[in-house]
C-alpha cells in the first residue's frame, strides 16, 4: 500500500506560482513513477507531468516550460512547482503513484488562478 498526501493548492493571481507537495509513505519502494493529474470542473482529468523512480520526467504540452516536477527522495516527496499561472490552470490537482500493477492516488488540492 501506498498513501500519498497533496498540499499546496491555493488561490493565486495570474501570472502568479505555487509549488505542490505529494508526500509518500507506506510501500515507497514499489512505486515506479508518480503523476501529477489535473480536472477542472466539466473537463476530462489531464495528465499534467510524471516523473520516474530513474529521475526522468515528462510534461503535457500546456505545462510545458511553465512546471518542473521534482523528487527529494531523502523526504519521499515529489513537488510541481507552477510558474506563470493562467486562469486555465485551474483545476484539482492531484497525485497519483504507479506501482507495480497498482494505482494509488492523493485526495487532491485546489489550485485557483484568479484575479
Known amino acids: 500500500q501506498v498513501r500519498l498526501v497533496e498540499s499546496g493548492g491555493g488561490l493565486v493571481q495570474p501570472g502568479g506560482s505555487l509549488r505542490l507537495s505529494c508526500a509518500a509513505s507506506?510501500?515507497?519502494?514499489?512505486?515506479?513513477?508518480i503523476n501529477w493529474y489535473r480536472q477542472a470542473p466539466g473537463k476530462q482529468r489531464e495528465l499534467v507531468a510524471s516523473?520516474?523512480?530513474?529521475?526522468?520526467?515528462n510534461y503535457a504540452d500546456s505545462a510545458k516550460g511553465r512546471f518542473t516536477i521534482s523528487a527529494d527522495t531523502a523526504k519521499n516527496t515529489v513537488y510541481l512547482q507552477m510558474n506563470s499561472l493562467k486562469p486555465e490552470d485551474t483545476a484539482v490537482y492531484s497525485c497519483?503513484?504507479?506501482?507495480?500493477?497498482?494505482?494509488?492516488w492523493g485526495q487532491g488540492t485546489q489550485v485557483t488562478v484568479s484575479s
Open positions: 497519483n503513484a504507479q506501482a507495480r500493477t497498482m494505482n494509488y
Open positions: 507506506g510501500s515507497i519502494f514499489s512505486i515506479d513513477a
Open positions: 516523473i520516474t523512480r530513474g529521475g526522468s520526467t
